[in-house]
C-alpha cells in the first residue's frame, strides 16, 4: 500500500464512507480510530462508499491509545488548520501515515502539540471559512501523496 489514511474518532458516516471509497480508488490503506460517531453498518456509510465497502483495505482500533500501540515506529504525518507548513512541503515516502481528526474539532490539542514538527494543513485562500470538508481534505492530500511517490 503507498499510503495509509487514519482517520481519529470519526463522526459523520457519509465522510468516512466516501474516504474508505477514496482508499479503495488509490490502494491506500484504511485506518479507522474508535469512538465512532456511527456504526459501521450505518446505511449512510455504506452509500457513500457504494457496493465497494467489502473491498476496502481497513483496520480498526479501539481507541487512539491502540493505534499508537499497534503502529509504532511507523511515519506518521499529522493534518490540522493549525498547521504552520502546507501539505505540498511533506516529501511523502511508501507507506506514510496520514493522520486527520474528526469533523468538529479536528486532533486534540496534545496530539497537536506533541507532533508540532509533523503537523501541515492544507491552504485555504478565503477568510470566510475554517476548514475544508474532511473527505475533501483527504482526498487533496492523498492524490498529492500519489503525485509524488509516481513522478
Request: hydrophobic share 35%; no cysteine.
Amino acid at each position: 500500500m503507498p499510503l495509509n489514511i487514519v482517520l481519529f474518532e470519526p463522526e459523520i458516516p457519509n465522510n468516512t464512507g466516501n474516504i474508505g471509497r477514496l482508499s479503495l480508488a488509490t490502494n491506500s490503506h484504511l485506518h479507522l480510530v474508535k469512538p465512532f460517531g456511527f456504526e459501521l453498518s450505518d446505511k449512510r456509510v455504506k452509500r457513500a462508499g457504494l457496493d465497494y465497502w467489502q473491498h476496502i483495505s481497513l483496520t480498526i482500533y479501539e481507541s487512539i491509545d491502540d493505534f499508537y500501540a499497534k503502529n509504532i515506529g511507523e511515519n506518521f504525518i499529522y493534518f490540522s488548520s493549525h498547521g504552520s507548513k502546507t501539505h505540498w512541503d511533506i516529501d511523502f515516502k511508501d507507506n506514510m501515515f496520514l493522520i486527520f481528526g474528526k469533523e468538529s474539532s479536528g486532533l486534540s490539542k496534545e496530539i497537536t502539540e506533541i507532533n508540532n514538527s509533523k503537523l501541515y494543513k492544507i491552504p485555504l485562500y478565503s477568510d470566510h471559512i475554517r476548514s475544508l470538508n474532511l473527505s475533501n481534505a483527504v482526498g487533496i492530500v492523498v492524490y498529492e501523496g500519489l503525485r509524488q511517490l509516481t513522478k
